[in-house]
């Protein structure tokens, strides 16, 4: 069957707009009667990294999800909030500042907090993953992520959203297993071939370009898309952001019959087009590993490519780098104004920068990567 995207414009988060263009939306590709029926158990799946603002654009605005969440009332479901932010995060300050506390109480939905449930494994090849089971015995998951790129990955979506049914430090840990971009595309694919939300919806009112997923900086894009198919929305948001679908590291390890999701001449547009709601500019990262470089290469080219942080007078010390440095890598000490780095313990895992409040992180390449990134390699 032909995949699906909706795309519709939304110019701010005022509950009127992003609940006209989410009727809008969900009217396209079919009603919310197509997904479930009375009484079905409906998971949704935000994306909260971090104990950040709305505003910031670091996670799903809640007003989108008070959408899903109206949306989904309708169809008669028993609605639930659940994600696994990153595990340095002040968890409880999570859920209170990004406002999904405030959301879930005023909407009276429950709110899963995936660090206090039991987990079921989920073999992907030298890991066994571990899955909140919420998420598993949900009747329906729905994938609410936030457009935003990402230094390791390049961008993050509705497929990589799903890293966030993992909860706790397994997400940390899994980067040192997994450490190069192509290696860790294993990982969101695996859990899309077993999880399979039956509706995702991006939140790209504003969106995140840049330095992300946490560094960058907010920019308007003023649209919200919806599918049933994860891999054809983030195809489609591609298409709009001009990022090549082809370089997403989750990419290669999908099974067959997502194909059709990666081909952009294949996806059904029934509203607008992605050249519709096109900005004029998006910074988008420049690759930290280039592809021409595989990850068994680089171990074996060792101290001559490696990508390691480097902190800045914005650092706060507050320790978020070292808690969820996956290796160990890091350390403050008392005469240092910011984190101690152990070169040859850092994975490059990138997960100091993800989780720094201050910004203060900057990942630097060895003059190997960097000529290589470049096509000069001497």
């Known amino acids: 069957m032909q995949p699906c995207v909706a795309i519709v414009r939304c110019t701010d988060y005022s509950p009127r707009r992003v609940g006209a263009a989410m009727g809008k939306l969900m009217a396209a590709l079919g009603g919310i009667g197509s997904l479930l029926t009375p009484g079905t158990s409906a998971l949704i799946k935000p994306n909260l990294l971090t104990d950040a603002l709305p505003d910031q654009a670091k996670t799903t605005h809640p007003e989108v999800v008070r959408g899903v969440i109206r949306i989904l009332r309708e169809g008669g479901a028993t609605i639930a909030v659940g994600d696994s932010p990153a595990s340095a995060a002040k968890l409880d300050r999570v859920w209170e500042r990004s406002g ?4 879930c109480a005023a909407e009276e939905v429950a709110i899963r907090r995936f660090e206090k449930h039991a987990t079921l494994p989920l073999a992907c090849g030298k890991s066994v993953l571990q ?3 919420p998420v598993l015995n949900a009747g329906l998951v729905v994938n609410v992520p936030k457009v935003k790129t990402h230094i390791l990955t390049t961008f993050t979506g509705a497929v990589k959203n799903l890293y966030g049914v993992l909860p706790g430090y397994q997400k940390t840990l899994l980067h040192r297993a997994y450490p190069t971009p192509s290696e860790f595309g294993r990982l969101p694919a695996a859990l899309y071939t077993r999880i399979r ?3 995702n919806i991006a939140d790209a009112i504003v969106a995140m370009q840049g330095a992300g997923p946490s560094g960058g900086d907010p920019v308007p894009l003023g649209f919200l898309a919806g599918s049933t198919d994860a891999v054809a929305l983030d195809t489609a ?3 709009v952001l001009k990022i090549d679908v082809r370089g997403l590291p989750w990419r290669r ?3 067959a019959e997502c194909a059709d999701g990666l081909n952009p001449d294949a996806i059904n547009y029934p509203l607008l087009k992605p050249r519709d709601v096109q900005p004029s500019r998006f910074r988008v990262p420049a690759p930290l590993w280039p592809r021409l470089i595989p990850g068994p290469l680089v171990r074996r080219l060792g101290r001559l490519a490696w990508i390691r942080p480097s902190f800045d007078s914005a650092c706060i010390r507050c320790g ?3 808690k ?3 290796n160990d890598a890091l350390r403050l000490t008392a005469d240092d ?3 101690v780095l152990t070169p040859d313990s850092c994975v490059a895992c990138c997960c100091c920068h993800e989780v720094c409040p201050a910004r203060a992180v900057t990942m630097r390449q060895s003059p190997l990567l960097h000529w290589a990134r470049r096509g000069r390699l001497p």
């Open 100 to 103: 999904y506390e405030a959301l």
């Open 131 to 133: 899955v909140a089971e």
């Open 197 to 199: 939300p039956g509706l």
């Open 237 to 239: 948001l591609c298409t």
């Open 253 to 255: 390890y999908l099974p």
């Open 320 to 322: 978020r780098c070292v």
């Open 324 to 326: 969820a440095c996956c």
């Open 337 to 339: 104004p910011h984190p």
